[in-house]
């Protein structure tokens, strides 16, 4: 069974940091791109970041970019996304995603179809 789960979300004042975790289990990284996405309730889930199964391409939404790194550890099985300066912006759900497919890179992209796996999200509440 294929799954990821995510973890790492909290209450974090404007500035400050935090990184969440995506562990997977059922498929490896190498074989799968990874995107990270969130949401607000009323708001369309939007991409902020991604990295592709080679680990080698990784792209940024503008509006985090700078800010926010995305990383992995194969011998985990995890995806981190490292986030900085945090503003009020950025509160919402934050689901990680992933991607198959036969290529021998599977390229990463910020279109929702594109996912086969989807968490359940950590909540990032960006208040003072």
């Known amino acids: 069974q294929l799954q990821v789960v995510e973890s790492g979300g909290g209450l974090v004042p404007p500035g400050g940091s935090l990184r969440l975790s995506c562990v997977v289990s059922g498929f490896t990284l190498d074989r799968y791109a990874i995107g990270w996405f969130r949401q607000t309730p009323g708001k369309r889930r939007e991409g902020v970041a991604n990295?592709?199964?080679?680990?080698?391409?990784?792209n940024y939404t503008r509006a985090v970019r700078g800010r926010f790194t995305i990383s992995r550890d194969l011998a985990k099985s995890t995806v981190y996304l490292e986030m900085k300066n945090l503003n009020a912006e950025d509160t919402g759900v934050y689901l990680c995603?992933?991607?198959?497919?036969?290529?021998?890179?599977?390229?990463?992209?910020?279109?929702?179809?594109?996912?086969?796996?989807w968490g359940q999200g950590t909540w990032v509440i960006v208040s003072s």
């Open positions: 990295m592709d199964s080679s680990g080698g391409s990784r």
């Open positions: 995603a992933a991607r198959g497919g036969s290529e021998t890179v599977v390229a990463s992209t910020f279109a929702v179809p594109d996912y086969d796996v």
